[in-house]
T-cell receptor, first 108, second 109 residues
């Protein structure tokens, strides 16, 4: 089965609402990283978060290793937050598994 | 600061033709290097990684090969392209977190 599962697959919000994106994993975690994928395909790193909670502006990432989950919280969403969010799990020093992504659409 | 350069930016190639994609990392000594591929609408998949010059490990078999001829260079290639090779190719280096290049868009016709 899939070792990394992202949910929801897609999400539609009204501007100003909050979003909670999840990444659940069934294999051992070395580290976790969250990305925003631009429409052209390039990646923007949002968080490197192997454990605990990190904040950056309106974004918060929380990784709980023993519960095998990581989350990305977006507060007070804006239309510019629309796009695809990916989590990437590093299982050992060199193997990396990406989730399928969450497609977020924020309506004005 | 480290920079990652990928070339070409985009390619349109015929089925059966050869391919070479390149990646160069500047400002980082002996980086761990990675190749990824994403089909249109698909999931990013790790293809190869390399931890030193001349050594490359395959993660997913897609009838592609990779080489690391220099410390700062990673090459992805094949002698015969398939339609299924179309997609977006990303190169990355990793210390603790991963740093990605801008990518190459490949269309095989």
């Amino acid at each position: 089965g899939q070792q990394v599962q992202q949910s929801p697959a897609s999400l539609v919000l009204q501007e100003g609402e909050n979003a909670e994106l999840q990444c659940n994993f069934s294999t051992s975690l070395n580290s976790m990283q969250w990305f925003y994928q631009r429409p052209g395909g390039s990646l923007v790193s949002l968080f490197y978060n192997p454990s605990g909670t990190k904040h950056s502006g309106r974004l918060t990432s929380t990784t709980v290793i023993k519960e095998r989950r990581s989350s990305l919280h977006i507060s007070s969403s804006q239309t510019t937050d629309s796009g695809t969010y990916l989590c990437a799990l590093v299982t050992n020093a060199y193997k990396v598994i990406f989730g399928k992504g969450t497609h977020l659409h924020v309506l004005p | 600061a480290q920079t990652i350069h990928q070339w070409p930016v985009a390619e349109i190639k015929a089925v059966g033709s050869p391919l070479s994609l390149g990646c160069t990392i500047k400002g980082k000594s002996s980086p761990n290097l990675y190749w990824y591929w994403q089909a249109t609408g698909g999931t990013l998949q790790q293809l190869f990684y390399s931890i030193t010059v001349g050594q490359v490990e395959s993660v997913v078999q897609l009838n592609l090969s990779a080489s690391r001829p220099k410390d700062d260079q990673f090459i992805l290639s094949t002698e015969k392209l398939l339609l299924s090779h179309s997609g977006f190719y990303l190169c990355a280096w990793r210390g603790y977190e991963q740093y990605f290049g801008p990518g190459t868009r490949l269309t095989v016709l």
